[in-house]
C-alpha cells in the first residue's frame, strides 16, 4: 500500500527534497495535495509532474488565476486553504511551512487523526505544549523532520527512554561562527545566507548564523522527546558529519552519522522503521578524516542561551521569543536592520514579555502577536 502525503510548503527547500524524494519511490509514496506560497510557478511545475485534483496557495489573486488555469482541479487558498488541505484525505502530512504559519495546520492534522512529519519546528517552540496535549488525545506522534531530531529519533530506536541520560544536539555555528561579535556589526544579508554546510531556505539560515535555530532545537527536542531542558546539551560541530547523539545511563553514547543531505531525514520520516536506498554517495569518513566538537559559547551566540531560558519559564515566553525572531530576521533579509540588532530584538522581547500561561489555541494567538507587535515597533524605531 502506498503511503499518501499532503505536503505543505512545497515550493521551499524541505518541500523540493521530499518531492524528490517521492518521485524516487513511486511504488511506496504517492503527492496528493500539496500548498506553495507565492511561487505559482512551482505549484504549475508540480502539476506538470503529478494529476493532483487539489492544492493551495497564499493569495486569492493567484487562486483565481490558477483556477481558470486548471478548470477541474480544487484551488484553495490562504491559512483556510492549507487548513482544508490538512484535513483532507491522506495518510502523512509533510508540514514544510516556515514559522508561525505551521502551527494551525498541524495541530488541524492531527484532530483529524492524521500522521504528521514535521519540517515546521516552530510548531514546537510555540505551542509544544497543546501539541502533545492533542496528540495524546488522539493517540498520535510526530516524526521528525529535522536533521537532529532525526538522527535522536534514530538513535532512540530499541532503547528505553528511562535509561536516557541527556540529549547532545550537534550544532555547526552557522555562517559567522569564525567572526567575533564586532565583526558581526558590519555583515551582510548575502555573507549570512551562505551557509559553510547546509543548503537550506533563507530565514533558517539567517536563524542558524545567530544559532536562534539552535535554540529552536533544544525547545522542539524537548517536546518532541518529552525530555527536560537540563538533560539537553548542545555541542559545536562544525562538520556537521555527526547530525546529534544519545547518551544512556551506561554511559554509552549513540550517534547518527552522515552527509548533510535533508533528503535523508525527509525519507526516514516517511520510512521508518523502514529503510530505503538513497541516491546519495556514502560517507566517507576517511576522507573526512577528523571530526571537532566543543562547548558552544553563549556570550558569543546569546539566542541559544534565551531559548533554553524562555523554555525553561515555559508559558507565553518561547512564543513571544518566535514571533520576535520572524520579525527580526526578516527584517535583517530586508536590509531594515542590522544583524547584531536582531539579537537584542528577540532578547528584549523575552525579557518585556508579561508572563503569561499557555492553555489555548487563543493564549498561542495572544503570544505571537505581542512578540510580532513588539518586534515591528522596535524596527520602526530603527527607520
Ligand atoms: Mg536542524
Redesign the pocket.
Known sequence: MKKRIALLGASGSIGRQTINVITQHPDLFELVSFGVGKNIDAARNILKQFDLPVFAVEREEDAELLAKEYPDKTVLCGEEGLLELARGDYDVLVNALVGFAGFAPTLAAIESDHEVALAN?ETLVCGGELINRALALHGKSLVPI????SAIFQCLQGNRMRQLKRLIITASGGSFRNKTRDELQSVTVEEALAHPN?SMGAK?TIDSATMM??GF?VTEAHWLFNVPFEKIDVLMHPESIVHSMVEYVDQSVMAQLGSPDMRLPIQYALSWPNRLPLDEPPLDLAKVGTLHFSEPDLERFPLLGLAYEAGRKGGNLSAVMNAANEVANAAFRNHEIPFPMIETIVIGAVNEAPFEELNSVDDLIRANAWGDGYAREHVRKLN
Do not use: Q, T
Open positions: 519546528k529535522d536533521s537532529e531530531h547546509w533558517i535555530n539552535k532545537e
